[in-house]
C-alpha cells in the first residue's frame, strides 16, 4: 500500500475488502458443493415441510391426503418403466424440488434421473398448454403429468366459481 499513489489508496482499500469478500464467498461456494446432493435435498425438503399450504377451500380439503400425488409419481414410475419420456408439472420450483425428492424415495435414490423423469413448473415448461393439458410440439411418446395443487393453483378462481353454488355437505 506504500507504494500506492494517494489517490489511489481508497480504491486500493476496496479492491482489497471486495478481493477478502470474494474470497469468503469462493469458501461458503466449496462448503455448499461439498454436501452432498442428499444432504441438500434432506435440508430442503424440511424447510419445505415447515411451510403449510393452506387449502384454497372446502371443496378441496375432502380431497387432501387421498393419495393423489402418490398415484400420480407411480404413474410417473410406470411411464418411464416403459421408455417414455415423462414430465410432472409442479406449481414452482420449491414443489417440484420436493417431488422429486418423493419419488426418489419411493422408487430408489436417483431414479428419476435414471429413467429421465423431469420435474418442471409451468413457467419453465412455457409449451405446455393447460386447456390441452399437453406439451405442445413434444413428440407422442411424451407424457406431461400435473400435479393437482398445480391445477389447483393455475385455475384457483375458477375452481371457486365452480363449486361456488355446491349444496353444503352433510355434517351429521
Not at 414410475?77 to 421408455?83: C, F, I, N, Q, V
Not at 418423493?102 to 409451468?122: A, Q, Y
Request: charged share 25%; glycine share 4%.
Amino acid at each position: 500500500m506504500s507504494n500506492c499513489p494517494d489517490w489511489l489508496r481508497p480504491f486500493q482499500r476496496e479492491t482489497e475488502a471486495l478481493a477478502a469478500q470474494n474470497a469468503a464467498f469462493k469458501e461458503e461456494t466449496e462448503r455448499m458443493r461439498r454436501l452432498s446432493r442428499n444432504r441438500l435435498k434432506q435440508i430442503v425438503k424440511e424447510s419445505l415441510h415447515n411451510q403449510p399450504i393452506a387449502p384454497m377451500s372446502e371443496s378441496f380439503d375432502r380431497l387432501k391426503q387421498t393419495g393423489r400425488t402418490t398415484r400420480m409419481l407411480k404413474e410417473a414410475y410406470s411411464l418411464a418403466s416403459e421408455g417414455r419420456a415423462v414430465y410432472v408439472l409442479a406449481h414452482n420450483p420449491n414443489y417440484a424440488f420436493e417431488l422429486e425428492c418423493k419419488f426418489d424415495n419411493m422408487f430408489g435414490p436417483r431414479e428419476s434421473h435414471r429413467l429421465g423423469v423431469k420435474f418442471e413448473t409451468p413457467g419453465r415448461l412455457q409449451n405446455f398448454d393447460f386447456q390441452a393439458m399437453q406439451l405442445q410440439g413434444a413428440h407422442p411418446n411424451c407424457r406431461v403429468l400435473v400435479d393437482h395443487y398445480t391445477i389447483e393453483s393455475m385455475y384457483a378462481r375458477m375452481l371457486q366459481e365452480l363449486h361456488r353454488f355446491d349444496a353444503p355437505s352433510d355434517a351429521s
